[in-house]
């Protein structure tokens, strides 16, 4: 059985740095074609893919937050680390993680956590 | 950067009918195309990748089809557990991209 679960603080202040843990089980992030991915979801709004780390330590983000963007892995752990800095209000939203598979669903989502929301506020 | 478009925005239907929901890719993301659907207060959840595939425990009632820029999610018969929101991906080309949702709804 296939489970992710984020966790991290529910509440960020301004201009801080957000950390958000991603915890799976049931595969392993050194299988080949193996990748974690983070989306977001503002309140009523559309998903936003953000990033991804795959099994060989490549690395994918989006143009939108590169630069405040970083995704790591430990393996060991079976854990997957986001790290945001510079935090502003618009980037509120729910932060999923999920997994992609080439070999089982040729590189969609196809597991999810339950997410976990942030809100970034003074 | 592949924008996708999602149409209509929202879908009203009646339990029983046939729900069809549009995707377009602004450019050919060939069958690299998913389906997810979304319930309230709920994580998505993977219906169709590789643009016609269902996944893992979806039932034979949801459809896809379509390659290169549009594609079509077919609800064959609604099932009150089907009104929610309806997400398209594409993961041919980086970054990744969802379009905007379409909303199914009685």
């Known amino acids: 059985q296939i489970t992710l679960k984020e966790s991290g603080p529910t509440l960020v202040k301004p201009t801080q740095t957000l950390t958000l843990t991603c915890t799976f089980s049931?595969?392993?992030?050194?299988?080949?074609?193996?990748?974690v991915g983070w989306i977001r979801q503002p309140p009523g709004k559309a998903l936003e893919w953000l990033g991804i780390i795959y099994w060989d330590d490549n690395k994918r983000y989006s143009p939108s937050v590169k630069s405040r963007l970083t995704i790591t892995k430990d393996t060991s752990k079976n854990q997957v680390v986001l790290i945001m800095t510079d935090m502003d209000p618009v980037d509120t939203a729910t932060y999923y993680c999920?997994?992609?598979?080439?070999?089982?669903?040729?590189?969609?989502?196809?597991?999810w956590g339950q997410g976990s929301p942030v809100t970034v506020s003074s | 950067e592949v924008v996708m478009t999602q149409s209509p925005a929202t879908l009203a239907v009646s339990p029983g009918e046939r729900a069809t929901l549009s995707c377009r890719a602004s450019q050919s993301v060939s069958s690299n195309l998913a389906w997810y659907q979304q319930k309230p207060g709920q994580a998505p959840r993977l219906l169709i990748y590789?643009?016609?595939t269902r996944a893992t425990g979806i039932p034979a009632r949801f459809s896809g089809s379509g390659s290169g820029k549009e594609f079509t999610l077919t609800i064959s018969s609604l099932q009150s557990e089907d009104f929610a929101v309806y997400y398209c991906q594409q993961y041919n080309n980086w970054p990744r991209a969802f379009g905007q949702g379409t909303k199914v709804e009685i």
């Open positions: 999920t997994r992609s598979s080439y070999y089982d669903s040729s590189g969609s989502f196809d597991y």
């Open positions: 049931g595969f392993s992030l050194s299988t080949s074609g193996v990748g």
């Open positions: 590789g643009a016609s």
